[in-house]
Structures are given as structure tokens and as C-alpha cells.
């Protein structure tokens, strides 16, 4: 398991047979807030690294969710529609879809996680 | 004054079989048996069952938690916050003025058609543009208006490949939804750290597929943007149109005008700059100018003054059409042109400067405080990022709160999204010099309560009828009606 993120605040968790789990990080959570919603893809769409795969709307804001990595959406974290707040008691485990990577290649342009620290501490907004 | 008790919802305040009229009999019997039965309402109509006195009080007390601007001190950033003049309710009230109808033909409505046409040109003039319309019934309005007007320039020319609209990241979120409304597509343009838009990052945006750009300047920020000749050269160079969203025009007014700096078309909300009211809802007006060779695009119908001095209304084949079924909320205009014509061009001139003085002045005397992220002089408003020690955990929501105890209005909070703990505040220029230090002696005495006592802060307001509404649960399972309490 090998986890990458994103400038937007994006994480990607990949498991060893080459699934990914997408969520967005403790940062991100924090900065939004209370989340309210999460408005999730379909099993089965396939998104392009970059694309918006759905968004996120806290008590402050709402924001698109980009994808890290193109894939085809095979799950759907359904307990996020009843309890989107899961996010805000651990975003870390509480992915939001899980993907089947279409083009692992795209996995080298994403930062670890110490270079996403780095990121954060050269304070993005 | 009994609060606990007519303080309550009116619906509890229901009793079955009461009620404060009384109708006659009807004098067409017969009439019932002619509606359809599929017209007609089988199950009870659920409105309140209340006595008159019920009612009055129940509202009467009510409107003692109001607050206005009328009430007191309202600094909520990029709303421009202005006293509303009452010479304007005065003027909008005149029996010839509120007992018009809209479809009075124009020889019987040659007044109203010149109040209309007056406060068209001088829009034109203060915005630098060749003509207004002031049918548009709301800014977001004005805004699609706007846009579709873009549009119908790009369509009136054969181009039919230009399908987006670039927009800064500092924008208001009129903005992309009004694009969105339109039909176009969003495409957002990074800001660089003053808040600015970023040129260099523009450049590579610029194709033909871009129907116009949208800016507000000074942005969001209070930050006058000084790239527009150069990024109107940009847009202008790539075939697209340059917006001007005419939110913060206050600071601008007769100083400086969108026109000559390069916009094609912009909007203007009346009730920020032109003092017209904020509250209830509406009715509001975005009027929407246009530079010369536009004009012919403009939405139907338009108000033109003939050459013996008396108007017309016409309508055009080249128009982009209707937006409204009348010539916009005509009251609302009523009040914008007498503000104009109460201050005259020696007054508007001032209000800009002043708006600008008060926001620096606050600006300056708060800023070892609270933290400043762009530190440099701002027009009418201006952003912190939070309290300058955030070691307290006091947030800007609790800042905002417990200015609330102190009996001020929040300022706008978490916008624009830049910042994580935007505070942002606008106390335009209609504010005298003890309320503006009575806030700032405020805004000085809750930093130095986040420091001393932060859990007071983190739980204000203490002192108002309804303290602090547990948000993030109204929004996952918000209950509408009475019906579900």
C-alpha cells in the first residue's frame, strides 16, 4: 500500500493488486469544515486524471474533487451518504471512491507523502 | 411584552377555529360547481388559525430581532452595506410613482419613461459605457443578461465555437453559476499572492473558444487590479469580450469607469452602490451596459428619447430579446436615481473616496491583531486572514459571533476562499467616525478576550434570541415545515 497526493488535496491509496482509494486529506478536511455532503460518482464511470469525479460541500464551501489518477469508479463509499461527517473523524480512512487504475504510469507525478508535507508547509491556499 | 409567548413559531401559535375575518356570503353560489373537480383542493389548506391581535404581536415582536442597517453597524464585505436614503422610500412611495402600471402605454407614462431614460444615462456615464438597460430584475440577472449577451455578439458574427468564460479564482459565486446559466463553461484563472489576477496564467487560457472574461476590480480582495489595459488587450486580441461585474464599483464611482479602462459590457447591482435596499429578498436591479457598437444587442424593450424630447419605447429585430416582461423593477430604479440626483457628481464623486478611507483606517488601526495577508492599501474593503495569534483556537466564525454580543453585524466570513479564515470587511462610506471607532474598539477588546478568556468567545453569542444554530446538522437534515418539527 502506497499512498500519493495531489495539489488540490487529494489522496490516492493503492493496495497491492492495483486499486486505488480516493479521499481527500486531513488538511483538506480541516479547511472545509463540517462536511454536509458528498456528491459521489456511479459505479462504473470512468474519469481522466484531473477530471471532477464529484464535490464536496462543507457548513463553508463547496469544492470539486479531482481525481489523482484516470480509472474506472468500482466502488462507492456508501456510508458517506448517511454520515458525510465520517470524513471530518478520519479522512484518512474513510476513502471516498475506489478506482481501478487505468494508467499506473500517471502514479509517478504525484507527490508522497513527504513531499506533500513539504507542499503544505510552502503554504498553498 | 409577553416574548416567551408570541415568540413562537406563528404556527404554534394556531388554535383551531380561530381566526380575524369574517367573509359574506358569496354572491356567486354557483360559482364552485364550475371548477373542475381536478382544480379543486381536497385536503385542509394548513395555513395558521390565529386572531388578528395574535398576529400583530407575533410579528411586532418579531421585528425587534431584526437587524438592519437601520439598526446599526453592518461591515459585511462585498455587500456595501450603505444607509439607504429615505427621500428614496419617499420618492418610490409618490402616488404617481407606485400607482403605475406596467403596461400604461408610453404616451400616458412619459415621466416614468424619463426617470427610466435619466437614470440609464447617467449609469452610462458613470460606467463609461454607450447604454444601459435597467430591465434586468436582480445583479445575478444582470449578469446572465450579460453573459447571453456575449453570446449573442459571438452568434450575431458567425462564431459559434466560443463556449467559455474565463473567471478568476477570487471571483463571487455569481459569477461561474451566472456562466453556468448561460451555457458556457467555467475556466478559472489563478490569483497570484496580492490577490491580483495572475497575467502570465491568463496568457495560456486566451483561444478562440472563449467567449468573454469576467472580472470585478477592485476584486474581491479590496485590491484594485492594475493589469486590465494589458489583460484587455489580451482578451481583445483572442476575439473574446472583457465582463465587468459591477459589484464593487462603489470605491470607483466617478473616479475611475469600466469603459475606459477596456470592459465591453458590465452590470451594476443598485442596491450596493445606488443605495437602493438589500432586504427581503428583492425586488432588486441589475441594469447592463454596454460599449458602442453593442447597443443593437441589448434585451427588448429599450426606452429611447426622440428628438422633440419625448420617449418612446421600441423593441428591435437585432436585440438579444427579452429578459423581462416590463421594464424592470421600476421603484427599485426610482431610489437609484434619486440617490444619484440627492448627491449629484460632486457627492458620488466623494462616497468612493470616503469608503476607502473608512476601510483603510479600520484596516490599519486592527492590523497588529489580526492578520493581514495582503498588506497594502485597499479600496473599499479588505480581507484578515483570522486573529493574528492563532494559538488560541478562537476561529473567524467565533470573531463574527461575538461581535454579535457587541451589537454589530458580522462582517462576511470564510469568502473569498484565498484565505482559510477570511474576515471580510466593507464599512462603506455613509459611517461617521465614532461608529467606525466604536467597532474598531470592539474588534481590539475580542482579540484581547480570544487571548484572555477563549472559551467565552468560542461560545458566543451570549446575549441575542437565538444563539448559535447547529449548522452543519440544519444542512444534512433540514426540517422546512412545520409539519416536521
Given at each position: ?125 | ?30 360559482a364552485v360547481g364550475s371548477i373542475p373537480e381536478n382544480l379543486l383542493r381536497k385536503s385542509e389548506i394548513g395555513l395558521p388559525q390565529v386572531d388578528e391581535l395574535t398576529v ?430
Amino acid at each position: 500500500m502506497k499512498t500519493y497526493f495531489t495539489p488540490t488535496h487529494e489522496y490516492l491509496t493503492v493496495d497491492s493488486e492495483g486499486n486505488g482509494f480516493v479521499g481527500i486529506t486531513d488538511y483538506a478536511q480541516k479547511a472545509l469544515g463540517n462536511v454536509v455532503y458528498v456528491d459521489m460518482p456511479e459505479v462504473g464511470d470512468e474519469f481522466s486524471e484531473g477530471d471532477d469525479f464529484g464535490a464536496i460541500e462543507s457548513v463553508k464551501a463547496a469544492s470539486d474533487l479531482i481525481i489523482p489518477a484516470s480509472g474506472e469508479v468500482i466502488e462507492v463509499n456508501g456510508a458517506l451518504e448517511d454520515n458525510p461527517r465520517l470524513i471530518n473523524e478520519d479522512a484518512m480512512a474513510n476513502w471516498i471512491i475506489k478506482i481501478r487504475l487505468t494508467d499506473p504510469a500517471e502514479l509517478d507525478s504525484l507527490m508522497d507523502l513527504d513531499a506533500y508535507m513539504a507542499y503544505l508547509a510552502s503554504d498553498p491556499h | 411584552m409577553n416574548n416567551k409567548l408570541y415568540d413562537k413559531l406563528i404556527f404554534e401559535l394556531s388554535r383551531q377555529g380561530r381566526r380575524g375575518y369574517s367573509l359574506p356570503e358569496t354572491a356567486f353560489p354557483d360559482a364552485v360547481g364550475s371548477i373542475p373537480e381536478n382544480l379543486l383542493r381536497k385536503s385542509e389548506i394548513g395555513l395558521p388559525q390565529v386572531d388578528e391581535l395574535t398576529v400583530v404581536r407575533h410579528y411586532t415582536n418579531m421585528s425587534t430581532n431584526n437587524f438592519g442597517v437601520d439598526t446599526g453597524f453592518y461591515p459585511l464585505g462585498s455587500c456595501t452595506m450603505k444607509y439607504n436614503p429615505k427621500i428614496n422610500e419617499e420618492m418610490a412611495a409618490a402616488p404617481v410613482i407606485a400607482a403605475m402600471h406596467p403596461d400604461q402605454p408610453a404616451r400616458f407614462s412619459q415621466g416614468a419613461l424619463a426617470i427610466y431614460h435619466s437614470l440609464a444615462s447617467a449609469l452610462a456615464e458613470i460606467g463609461g459605457m454607450a447604454e444601459f438597460t435597467l430591465n434586468p430584475y436582480a445583479g445575478a440577472h444582470g449578469e446572465l443578461t450579460g453573459l447571453m449577451l456575449a453570446r449573442a455578439y459571438h452568434d450575431s458574427r458567425g462564431d459559434k465555437k466560443r463556449t467559455k468564460v474565463i473567471i478568476p479564482d477570487s471571483a463571487h459565486g455569481t459569477n461561474p453559476a451566472s456562466a453556468a446559466v448561460a451555457g458556457l463553461k467555467v475556466v478559472p484563472v489563478k490569483s497570484l499572492p496580492d490577490g491580483t489576477v495572475d497575467v502570465e496564467a491568463l496568457a495560456p487560457l486566451l483561444d478562440d473558444t472563449v467567449a468573454a472574461m469576467m472580472m470585478t476590480n477592485p476584486n474581491t480582495l479590496g485590491i484594485f487590479e492594475r493589469q486590465i489595459p494589458q489583460i484587455a488587450k489580451m482578451v481583445h486580441d483572442a476575439g473574446a469580450l472583457l465582463y465587468y461585474d459591477g459589484a464593487n464599483l462603489n470605491p470607483m464611482l466617478g473616479i475611475a469607469r469600466p469603459g475606459d479602462m477596456g470592459f465591453d459590457i458590465m452590470h451594476i447591482n443598485l442596491h450596493k452602490t445606488f443605495s437602493t435596499p438589500h432586504g427581503g429578498g428583492g425586488p432588486g436591479s441589475g441594469p447592463v451596459g454596454v460599449r458602442a457598437g453593442l447597443e443593437h444587442l441589448l434585451p427588448n424593450p429599450r426606452v429611447v428619447k426622440k428628438d422633440d424630447g419625448t420617449y418612446d419605447i421600441v423593441s428591435s429585430p437585432d436585440s438579444m430579446g427579452r429578459v423581462s416582461s416590463t421594464l424592470g423593477n421600476f421603484a427599485v430604479q426610482m431610489r437609484a436615481l434619486s440617490y444619484i440626483l440627492s448627491l449629484g457628481s460632486d457627492g458620488l464623486m466623494e462616497a468612493g473616496g470616503l469608503a476607502t478611507l473608512n476601510a483603510n483606517y479600520i484596516k490599519e488601526s486592527l492590523r497588529d491583531l489580526y492578520d493581514l495577508p495582503v498588506d497594502t492599501v485597499c479600496k473599499h474593503e479588505f480581507v484578515f486572514d483570522g486573529l493574528k495569534d492563532k494559538s488560541t483556537g478562537v476561529t473567524t466564525l467565533n470573531v463574527a459571533k461575538r461581535l454579535l454580543d457587541y451589537g454589530f453585524h458580522a462582517p462576511t466570513i470564510y469568502f473569498p476562499l484565498l484565505f482559510h479564515e477570511s474576515l471580510m470587511i466593507e464599512p462603506t462610506e455613509t459611517e461617521s467616525l465614532d461608529t467606525i471607532d466604536s467597532f474598531i474598539a470592539v474588534m481590539r477588546d475580542i482579540a484581547h478576550e480570544a487571548a484572555a478568556d477563549p472559551e467565552m468567545v468560542k461560545t458566543a453569542p451570549h446575549t441575542t434570541p437565538v444563539r448559535r444554530p447547529d449548522d452543519t446538522e440544519a444542512a444534512l437534515h433540514p426540517r422546512l415545515t412545520f409539519d416536521e418539527l
